[in-house]
């Protein structure tokens, strides 16, 4: 997403632009499978916030139909009852009252609303640029009790972050909550993979250079994995993780240890046998666990808010495991099946398991005292962009992606 809206920018103010992608498809982390039954299988179950800045900059949203899920969530709390809360950021007092909701005191949800206030003061960027510590310490300072933490701030924003420990910076956290205060979570019509579709769409044919693996790069030349040489007036790594360091061998990069390490999760996509009745109650609301050890972290019916994750008369479970587990494909997916008898009943048993996608390096960590962003200059005529030198979102991809665009055309 990085690369693709670097390359967009500049070919907006009429550079000449080439990207070269390792993989057989644009996106990176943001890519869809399409089974041949014709089930969408995003990688990882992911989310675009309408309100994302430079996603609103970038995106025709028009175009991509983006569906949205209910804002909310069902919880299946710690003891195995579930409570549905519908709108709990924008609706606090409604959501968390409706059907006497077993989460949080009366006070807690006061704290939601003020916390919607305080947030409402700043803008993205003002939020992102605060001080901050770890977001359980910061929910903990605010007053929440132990209760509304573990089973509403600790599922949700866990899931968010991929981190249930809530050791994310909270600059991140007011940040996330803000957006979803002020936008929906959508996904588009035919997958996430749409997203990235739709920025290199707009590039002229031939820009973008798939299944081509850059081996190493000095000063302005990138040398090919295949043994091709290039030569361009500037070169951006918009590569994840620590890809940078190794395509520059010898080379310190100016982030002094900043940058961490990787929350991991594991997708795991089940579906229902043609012409059973659908799990769901196709009311298009996540669902969490706020269970403290299972492995179920959330569960979402993609098809319910977006028809075409699946095909006529069956149904797609997205199931998120997130962190390390230690479980073989087998073992994590008979486990997921007990515990989620739990959740629907004996139709469980009847599911099909289709795929499952373990992601190792699905975020960056973003902790307390990160910068929110890195030097994206690394030397003359050498840049990065990408959520690895920023925060963990697709905001960042996408915005530091402009930001290097915009540095290279005031050169
Ligand atoms: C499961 C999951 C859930 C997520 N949920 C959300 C969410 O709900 N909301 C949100 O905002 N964000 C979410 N994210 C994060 C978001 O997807 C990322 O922040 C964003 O996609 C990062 O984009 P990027 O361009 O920085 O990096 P990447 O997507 O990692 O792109 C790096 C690219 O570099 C290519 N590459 C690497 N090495 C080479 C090489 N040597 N030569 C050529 N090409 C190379 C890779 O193939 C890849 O295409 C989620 C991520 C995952 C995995």
Redesign the pocket.
Known sequence: ???LACATWLHRAGRQVLV????DA?????RTDLTPEGFRLD???????TE?PEARRIFDYGALDLKAFKSGAVIRLADGRETTLQNPLQRPLAAFSALASPIGTLTDKLRILSLVRHVAKYSPDELLARPATDTLTFLRRYGWSETMIDSFFRPFFGG?F?DRSLGTASNFFEFVFQQFVRGAAVVPARGMQQLPEQLAARLPAGTVRLN????RVEGQIVQLENGETLTAAAVVL???GS?PAA?LPGRALPENGAIAGARR?T?TYFATPAGSPAPGHRNGLLRLNAHPTQLAHNVVFPAEVAPAYAPAGRQLISVSTHGEHGLTEADLTRRLREELLAWFGPQVLAWEHLRTYP?VN??PEYAAGQPVQLPLRLADNLYR????SSY??????LATGRQVAEELLNC
């Open positions: 997403m990085a690369g070269l992608e390792a993989a644009v996106g990176g982390r943001v990688r990882g179950f992911q989310v675009l916030l994302y968010v991929l081509t693996r850059v081996a918009a590569v994840d890809v395509l999760t997708c992601i699905a975020l962009c990408g959520d690895w963990p979102s697709l905001n960042a991809a």
